[in-house]
């Protein structure tokens, strides 16, 4: 049974730095894309930063930019977000997904195209003085 499972949320201020760990397990893909996704309250779920099994390809949303970093350890099947220069702006959830890899890094991170097949729990990131 595929499972993901996040952790490092926590309430951090305003500048401060975080990092999320997903631990992935059960799967059976081939090829396929990982990232990290938030939903805020009153907002849609956005894709914020993807990565690929085969090559590390990489996808990072705009808003993030400069400030977060998605890695990852194959050999402990986890990626990592780590998160610099924390804005109010970053308070949500943060969910760790997963879904075989077709079309882009990008088009697989944008959460239009629901193309993640398993999501995780989520993780509180809260940014506040």
């Known amino acids: 049974q595929l499972q993901l499972v996040e952790s490092g949320g926590n309430l951090v201020q305003p500048g401060g730095s975080l990092r999320l760990s997903c631990a992935a397990s059960?799967?059976?893909?081939?090829?396929?894309?990982i990232g990290w996704f938030r939903q805020a309250p009153g907002k849609e779920r956005e894709g914020v930063s993807c990565i690929v099994s085969s090559d590390g390809s990489t996808y990072l949303a705009d808003s993030v930019k400069g400030r977060f970093t998605i890695s990852r350890d194959n050999a402990k099947n986890t990626v990592y977000l780590q998160m610099n220069r924390l804005k109010y702006e970053d308070t949500a959830v943060y969910y760790c997904a997963i879904g075989p890899f077709f079309g882009t890094v990008q088009s697989m991170c944008d959460n239009r195209y629901r193309a993640m097949e398993y999501w995780g729990k989520g993780t509180l990131v809260t940014v506040s003085s």
């Open positions: 059960g799967f059976t893909y081939d090829y396929y894309v």
